[in-house]
């Protein structure tokens, strides 16, 4: 196998994207909207998930059938998540690294963080644009909490907004306030039980991720 770094190969980085959010915020949910509808549009996709000790969710996007499950890889953080993305994110690295030699067409690694807190974000050597997944079931007052995640994030994602009404959530007023505190950053409203958003999302990463548009 060529162990050669992909800048000595020429051939051309995949573009990582970061996922990141609360416990059960939803992100696996996400990843398997995403696939399919990336998939649709041409592009060449792999996954890395983070898990605490397990290799759950990667196990979980293996046996969906969306995805040829070698393409999919498992880092176990074995710490708090956001060690493995932002302060020491070599397991990651390598990770990615390697599906692109095993892989060497493909445009697009996405990267699942394991279920986190507000704080947590991604290093830059690690993604090239990240999302912060947050639910409607969290509670209506998250972005007012103004969390690095919520307020740094490439596109703060709210989901679960089928969810709203029985949790008396105003889905208008959480965006506006959303909206409020990330200075023009975009926030996009999403359903992963129905799909409802994913096509804004996958408009959003072809051209802001893949520069197809
Ligand atoms: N009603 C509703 N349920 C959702 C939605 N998205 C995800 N869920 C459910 O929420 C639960 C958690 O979803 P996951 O995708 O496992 O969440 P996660 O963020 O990957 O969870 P961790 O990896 O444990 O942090 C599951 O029962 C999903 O079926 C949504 O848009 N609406």
Wanted: aromatic letters at 4%; glycine letters at 10%.
């Amino acid at each position: 196998m060529n162990k050669l770094p992909f800048y000595h190969t020429g051939q051309v980085a995949a573009a990582r994207l970061g996922i990141g959010g609360p416990v059960g915020s939803g992100k696996t949910a996400m990843i398997e909207r995403l696939i399919p509808a990336l998939l649709t549009g041409g592009v060449d996709i792999a996954v890395i998930t983070n898990d605490l000790v397990t290799a759950e969710d990667a196990v979980r996007l293996r046996r969906s059938g969306l995805i040829d499950p070698a393409r999919v890889s498992a880092v176990e953080a074995g710490a708090c998540p956001h060690t493995v993305i932002r302060e020491d994110p070599t397991l990651n690295i390598e990770a990615a690294a390697e599906l692109e030699r095993r892989f060497p067409g493909v445009e697009l690694i996405l990267i699942e963080s394991g279920g986190d807190n507000l704080a947590s974000t991604f290093s830059r050597d690690l993604t090239d644009f990240w999302m912060f997944v947050v639910d409607v079931a969290g509670g209506d007052d998250i972005p007012r909490k103004r969390g690095p995640g919520v307020i740094r994030a490439d596109v703060l994602v709210i989901n679960k907004t089928d969810l709203a009404p029985h949790v008396g959530v105003d889905l208008d007023r959480m965006h506006r306030e959303a909206v409020a505190v990330r200075e023009g950053r975009p926030v996009l409203m999403t359903n992963c039980r129905s799909g409802e958003g994913i096509d804004l999302l996958v408009d959003l990463i072809e051209r802001e991720v893949l520069f197809r548009r």
